[in-house]
């Protein structure tokens, strides 16, 4: 994103959706192929630390949930966060409270008609320059 692109967002969310619009959408698929590469690198991140992968981009009614994992009987819900730049602040500042609020409704939703004792977890995990920052209970139900 140029730094012209980068001026003209700051002005406000339905400006910024416009100019993705008036891009033929290349911004979104940039965005996209951006948060599947984040994704990756946390997926392989959390097979190295012994998490088992239960779903990645698990929709439900609340919206979507980058990465469901486990690790004994600790089952995280994980937010990816991936920035190039901290023009906008750290990823984690990006996860406001109505993203955890469909988190934490996503994980209720994951739970409903399963029976499972385990420990519940909302973890965020940053995606700097390929560098991977793992906050453990980043946020609380």
Sequence with gaps: ??????????AGAKECAAEG??????SKK?????GARGERLAVKYLKGQGYKILKRNWRNPFGEVDIIA????????????????????????????????????AARCYFSGREMDCT??????????????HIISAFEA
């Design 120 to 133: 519940v977890r909302f973890d965020i995990i940053e995606v700097e320059g390929g560098k991977v920052n």
């Design 21 to 26: 619009q008036a891009d033929g959408g290349q």
């Design 70 to 105: 486990s690790l004994g009987d600790t089952v995280a819900f994980i937010e990816v966060k991936l920035r190039t730049s901290d023009d906008f602040g750290t990823p984690s500042q990006a996860v406001n409270s109505a993203r955890m609020r469909r988190y934490i409704n």
């Design 30 to 34: 940039y965005n996209r192929a951006k």
């Design 1 to 10: 994103m140029g730094i012209i692109q980068r001026l003209f967002c700051r």
